[in-house]
Structures are given as structure tokens and as C-alpha cells.
């Protein structure tokens, strides 16, 4: 783990309070999102979740910054997406008024995340892209681990991840389409106050629950030519340990964008399972690997920033996006 990262050691399950606010200032330019994956116990299902205002991946957003400092308010956004027998996704950019009066909930549009004591909701009311249909339920994430870690991903110390509860049980009950699953999910959250792509050119994260605890790897190329490299194990107690880091493992690129991938794995051999998402400039799938003496089942993402802030990918975008 290099400089930039900055994991402490000691850390205690914390209370209530400490879990995250919807209502903290975002500068502007800046973002917040919260992100949610899960897998069904049954293996055929799958979902993200990611609720942002300061939509970064919003082509949108990236020219009002190209026209001096932009509001994230103006652009909020909600991505929903379902992996399985009823696959669906949808992404909307929407204008929010203001920041939420309580730390406690957030809407934007119809959708809507709140605390309800231990347990997140979200309130998904939602349309697919590009064929409109509804996507509409309830969803919650019941942390079985927290943390208070906060960690620089840059050494400037403009952007940040905060895995809140790495380890969740995750319910979900739609009634269109109509599907109700339980597993076992994953829930963090980022916040910067600069575009991602003026301080990053790629990363790589994978997150895979083992019985010792969640165990998570993040490779950052920063624009600077440093790189962060994180590995930790969050424990059950939300205890959060820094752990060797396994070689690198490649992965083949995706069959559509050609997206790079690889992973880490300790005897540097790794297979994607399934291929999530593969779109002009990152890929979500289910990795198998060997970390911590076992082979796992990992989620896996890379991004490339090189890729989104290409002006031909910002003008595929609004294709598979919907901005009210």
C-alpha cells in the first residue's frame, strides 16, 4: 500500500451516527455516490445500485465543468441495474432543488435511499433504457460489517472511498418486474471534490466475502503517474486490516469495448465467471480467483477514465441514459 492510502488500523464498529449522511456539501465540480452490488444465495440473480449527485460518468455534467465550475445538484442520478432471467438497467440524470433536509434520507426524482434504524432502503422507481419499461420496489441492505475508514485514493487527497459496510444481507422485492431474492451484497461510498478524470486515468476494485471477512483490492493509475494499491480485509467486527497483496492476475478484455482487465490473485491465475457489463469505458463481472489460501468468488470492476472523458464515448452516453 503506497502513501496516498490511509487505513487505520484500530478501528470499532461505530454507531449509528457514523453511518453516512445524505446531506454533507458537495463543492462544485465535486460528486457523491453510494454504491450497492449483490448476489443472490442462489447464484442467478444480481444487481448494482448507485445513487449520485454529481453524476461523474454524466456526459452532461462533464460539459457544464467545461464551461467553468458546475453545480452537482444539477446533476443527480440514479443507476439501477438487474443481472439475471429479468435483466434490466437504467440510469437518470435529474436536477435535485436542494440538499436533503436530513441526514438521514435522500430523493432524487422518485427513487429514494433512507436509514430506517440499521437498515438502508432504497426506494426504487426507476425506467429501463432504451426500452422504458419500469423498474420499481424496495431494496435493503442490512450491514453485517461497518467501518469508519476513509481512504485517500489520490495524494492530493481530493478523492476518497469509504467502504461503510463491505459485508451486507440484501433483500430485494420488486413488483415490476416482479422478483424477490436474498444475498449477500457489498455497500461503500465515494466523494471527491474534482472531476474523476482529471485525477485518475484507470482503476480496478474487486471486492469477494470469505468467512474471514470481505477481502478488497483497489488499483489506481493516477494522472500524476503514481499509483494507490490497496488490500484490505474488513473483518466481521469492521475491524480493518491492511493484507499482502496477491500478484497480478489478468483477465481477458471484453468481447464488445475491449475493456482491459485484471485482477489479483496469489498463484496470478484468474477466469471471469460472468461478464456483468461491458460499455464503452468500464466492465462489471464475477471473477474466480485464489486470495487468502481459497479460491473465491470475487465482484469485479475496471474503469477507464481515458475512455469516458474520450468525446466520442460522452456522445454514446445519452444513448443508454435518461436526463429529466
Do not use: K
Request: net charge positive.
Amino acid at each position: 500500500m503506497n502513501a496516498a492510502t490511509d487505513i487505520r488500523l484500530d478501528a470499532v464498529p461505530p454507531p449509528v451516527r457514523l453511518f453516512p449522511r445524505f446531506d454533507e456539501p458537495i463543492p462544485a465540480d465535486g460528486y457523491r455516490w453510494w454504491y450497492v452490488d449483490a448476489l443472490s444465495d442462489d447464484g442467478r440473480h444480481g444487481l448494482t445500485l448507485i445513487v449520485f449527485i454529481g453524476s461523474v460518468f454524466s456526459p452532461f455534467y462533464a460539459a457544464a465543468r467545461r464551461g467553468g465550475p458546475a453545480e452537482p445538484l444539477e446533476h443527480c442520478a440514479v443507476n439501477v441495474a438487474l443481472y439475471g432471467p429479468r435483466r434490466r438497467w437504467a440510469l437518470t440524470e435529474r436536477r435535485v432543488a436542494g440538499m436533503p433536509a436530513g441526514p438521514g434520507q435522500l430523493a432524487i426524482g422518485p427513487s429514494s435511499l433512507h436509514w430506517d434504524g440499521n437498515t438502508l432502503v432504497a426506494r426504487i422507481d426507476e425506467r429501463s433504457s432504451p426500452l422504458g419499461t419500469p423498474i420499481r420496489g424496495e431494496l435493503r441492505i442490512h450491514p453485517e460489517s461497518l467501518t469508519e475508514h476513509e481512504v485517500s485514493l489520490d495524494g492530493s487527497r481530493n478523492h476518497h472511498w469509504w467502504p461503510v459496510a463491505p459485508a451486507s444481507r440484501i433483500e430485494v422485492a420488486l413488483a415490476q418486474p416482479a422478483l424477490r431474492w436474498a444475498g449477500r451484497g457489498y455497500f461503500d461510498s465515494n466523494r471527491g471534490n474534482s472531476p474523476l478524470e482529471r485525477a485518475f486515468a484507470s482503476w480496478t476494485w474487486s471486492r469477494a466475502l470469505t468467512p474471514e471477512g470481505t477481502r478488497i483490492h483497489y488499483d489506481v493509475n493516477c494522472r500524476d503517474g503514481t499509483r494507490t494499491e490497496i488490500a484490505a480485509l474488513v473483518r466481521p467486527t469492521g475491524a480493518v486490516e491492511e493484507i499482502a497483496r496477491p500478484v497480478r492476475a489478468p483477465l481477458p478484455p471484453t468481447l464488445i469495448w475491449r475493456i482491459q482487465r485484471e485482477t489479483r490473485s496469489e498463484d496470478g491465475v484468474a477466469r471471469v465467471a460472468r461478464t456483468l457489463e461491458d460499455t464503452p469505458f468500464y466492465s462489471r463481472s464475477v471473477v474466480s480467483a485464489r486470495q487468502g489460501g481459497r479460491d473465491v468468488t470475487a465482484v469485479h470492476e475496471s474503469l477507464s477514465l481515458d475512455r469516458f472523458a474520450s468525446r466520442w464515448v460522452q456522445q454514446l452516453i445519452p444513448y443508454r441514459m435518461r436526463r429529466n
